[in-house]
């Protein structure tokens, strides 16, 4: 009888320890470094952030986090890869608002779900996009663009980070909503975009405001509007989309942290604290506004409802687009 109940308190004691373990795991978190995927080229802006929030986590969680860009199919391979990660705090995506608020109208056979596969952690900062053209090109306004374009049908073409992102859903509203015959060239990220449309390949974009910055200041490129609702800190001189004729015009974008969805709650508490600590670091403020982001921070679940609302934003420019990505 004594050993019947030596061997019911030994699996009740098994069973207690498997119930605790991710709690326990949770705990101990991070015991090793942590990957931070970047699913785009580096030198764009969701390297930038992210580069630059990994330098701030680093600093404040006992451990490295460490950069790997995996660029590819406008963001999907690198987020199908942290998507299909284990669940263990040790794999996370910089996202951006594109991947789930186009993505998942843009490529109907998607293998995963960007808004069921990843599970919110924080929004690091946001911005507007800046339409930039070479300055070979004959314009110095949106006007003069729009009459350019229109006296060269089908021989201009704008380029994006890759099919999906903000960057291309800008240019989209902007050939549809004027009834543009423009040409979209995607790229595995802004950087090879600028580098093409600096180069002459391509004649105009609708890039991030943080990596296309340096390439205007230089004058390697020629920035005719922005596409917030108002006229952004960095480049003041600047009218908005709105301002330059067309009203109903505009664009923005977030970047994000995302772990593999099944990340235990503690962990997500967890880093979501530690991108708190990023995003008021003097250091962190001062480099994304010098560059154009708005810092923005919060919680896993107002991430959550931002989210939901760049899903009701732009489903339905997608859908009057009629773009479509196998």
């Not at 061997?7 to 795991?25: D, G, Q």
Request: aromatic letters at 6%.
């Amino acid at each position: 009888m004594r050993l019947k109940s030596v061997a019911t308190l030994l699996a009740a004691l098994h069973c207690l320890s498997f119930l605790l373990a991710p709690e326990a795991r949770a705990q101990a978190y991070p015991n090793k470094p942590i990957r931070l995927i970047v699913p785009y080229a580096p030198g764009g802006a969701t390297d930038i952030i992210g580069r630059a929030a990994a330098a701030e986590i680093s600093k404040t969680i006992g451990q490295q986090v460490v950069i790997e860009n995996r660029p590819g199919a406008g963001g999907n391979l690198g987020a199908e890869m942290v998507a299909r990660s284990a669940p263990d705090g040790y794999t996370m995506l910089v996202s951006p608002s594109s991947l789930h608020g186009i993505t998942p109208f843009l490529y109907p056979k998607l293998s995963y779900d960007p808004n069921k596969d990843l599970t919110p952690v924080i929004v690091l900062g946001a911005f507007a996009n800046v339409l930039v053209v070479n300055p070979g090109v004959k314009a110095n306004s949106v006007s003069e663009l729009i009459a350019l374009i229109r006296s060269q049908p089908g021989k201009i073409s704008y380029a994006s980070s890759g099919s999906g992102s903000t960057i291309h859903l800008s240019g989209e509203m902007f050939k549809h909503m004027l009834n543009l015959d423009i040409e979209h060239i995607p790229y595995k990220g802004s950087a090879p975009a600028l580098t093409d449309l600096m180069g002459g390949q391509v004649q105009l974009m609708f890039d991030n405001i943080p990596s296309a910055i340096p390439h205007i200041r230089s004058g390697k490129l020629r920035a005719l509007a922005t596409t917030g609702s108002r006229r952004s800190a960095s480049l003041p001189e600047l009218p908005t989309m709105m301002e330059a004729g067309l009203p109903s015009y505009e664009s923005t974008a977030w970047f994000g942290l995302v772990f593999p969805a099944g990340t235990p709650k503690a962990i997500v508490a967890r880093m979501n604290a530690e991108g708190v600590k990023a995003t008021r670091s003097p250091e962190f403020i001062k480099r994304m506004n010098d560059l154009g982001y708005d810092i923005v921070g919060g919680t896993p679940e107002q991430m959550g409802a931002m989210i939901q609302d760049e899903v009701r934003r732009w489903g339905p420019v997608v859908k009057a687009s009629g773009a479509k990505v196998d």
